[in-house]
């Protein structure tokens, strides 16, 4: 089964083809990062806008690297929610309509299920059930997955989530957007023990609060502005974040029995984090899984793959678009046959 993805939560544009027999055929991303930057956060009605613009272009890029036509689809699939209404609009209406002038079946997909069953895409992926960690712009979760759309939410952030920190870090330090990968480089040259920084509810259940970590960074930078210590400060932020996100994780483990980290979203592409739980994991004979990084910021392979795991048991959508901007992960079915 040849199956288009669509992603159009958020700021990026993403397409893919995969096909249930021979996996991932291609992809195509267009990111709206410099379409914002003025404006220092994204513009929604600008955001739709773009998606629109781009839609058709990206469609026919990836259709000629693939050497794919259009009459090959067997089933779109489209992501529904979470995300902005008019971007996911945009998504939503161009793939539910471009399937039914191809008389295929369409599917509304959710981007975290997208996020998390990216890792499954890689080349040994994780085996249900598993713990998983989403760290993404908008979301940090830990959830106990035991199969398609059986998730169990463990804990979340009560504030700001873990990109949302790094974002918000970047801005403050003057590093541009997005900022996850901005301070993650930044960090490579300096000392994660320069500065204390606090690790809120730390030692306190599976929730996490991000807000007074990233207050004190901006205490800390406040002090050495213009010091030539930025990467120390970058660095002691990475840790503080890395040594929370892993604390919660074994403790995830620890508390489910469960023996495989699957960790997505964006903050997954983090090297310090990936190479932490690997050391850690290990201690407690468990093992982390992760997407290779293209798969783990917004993309349209993930929702590709999420929407025929569910095809594939016979689910789709009615002609009615429908769009979710707030929809948590929870909520969703189960389908029938896996
Ligand atoms: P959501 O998926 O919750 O709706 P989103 O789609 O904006 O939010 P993603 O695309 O999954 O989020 O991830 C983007 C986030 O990941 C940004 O906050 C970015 O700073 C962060 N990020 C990307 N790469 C890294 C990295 N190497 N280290 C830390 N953070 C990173
Ligand atoms: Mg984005
Ligand atoms: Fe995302």
Excluded at 166 to 183: E, S, T
Excluded at 217 to 229: D, H, P, S, T
Excluded at 248 to 276: D, H, M, P, W, Y
Excluded at 306 to 330: I, N
Aim: charge should be negative; aromatic fraction near 6%; glycine fraction near 10%.
């Amino acid at each position: 089964m040849l199956v288009l993805g669509l992603e159009t939560s958020c700021d990026e544009t993403g397409l893919a083809l995969f096909d249930s027999e021979k996996g991932l055929l291609g992809q195509v991303l267009h990111s709206q990062i410099a379409l914002h930057a003025e404006y220092g956060g994204v513009v929604p009605e600008l955001a739709s806008r773009d998606h629109v613009r781009k839609m058709i272009p990206l469609l026919e890029t990836l259709l000629s690297q693939t050497q794919t036509k259009k009459s090959d689809l067997d089933a779109i699939a489209f992501t529904r929610g979470p995300g902005l209404m008019g971007a996911l609009m945009t998504g939503a209406l161009f793939g539910r309509t471009l399937a039914f002038a191809l008389d295929i079946p369409a599917i509304g997909v959710h981007h975290m299920e997208g996020h998390l069953l990216a890792p499954l895409l890689s080349e040994a992926p994780p085996e249900f059930p598993f713990v998983a960690l989403l760290v993404s712009g908008g979301h940090s979760q830990l959830m106990a997955a035991y199969g398609i759309g059986q998730y169990e939410l463990l804990g979340e952030s009560i504030d700001d989530a873990a990109g949302e920190a790094f974002d918000k870090v970047a801005k403050m330090m003057n590093l541009p957007y997005p900022g996850g990968p901005n301070v993650a480089k930044l960090a490579e040259s300096g000392d994660p023990q320069a500065f204390n920084l606090p690790r809120p509810m730390l030692h306190q259940g599976l929730d996490f609060s991000f807000s007074g970590m990233k207050t004190a960074v901006l205490n800390q930078y406040k002090k050495i502005e213009g010091q030539g210590r930025d990467a120390d400060l970058a660095a002691s932020f990475q840790e503080a974040m890395v040594d929370t996100l892993v604390k919660k994780c074994v403790r995830a483990l620890k508390q489910t029995g469960l023996k495989r980290l699957v960790i997505a979203g964006g903050v997954s592409a983090n090297q310090a984090l990936r190479t932490r739980l690997q050391e850690e994991l290990k201690r407690i004979a468990a093992k982390v899984y992760y997407a290779e990084p293209a798969l783990c910021t917004d993309n349209g392979a993930m929702i590709a793959f999420a929407g025929w795991q569910r095809l594939k048991a016979g689910q789709h959508d009615e002609l009615a678009v429908t769009t979710t901007p707030r929809w948590p992960m929870t909520e969703l079915d189960i389908p029938r046959q896996e």
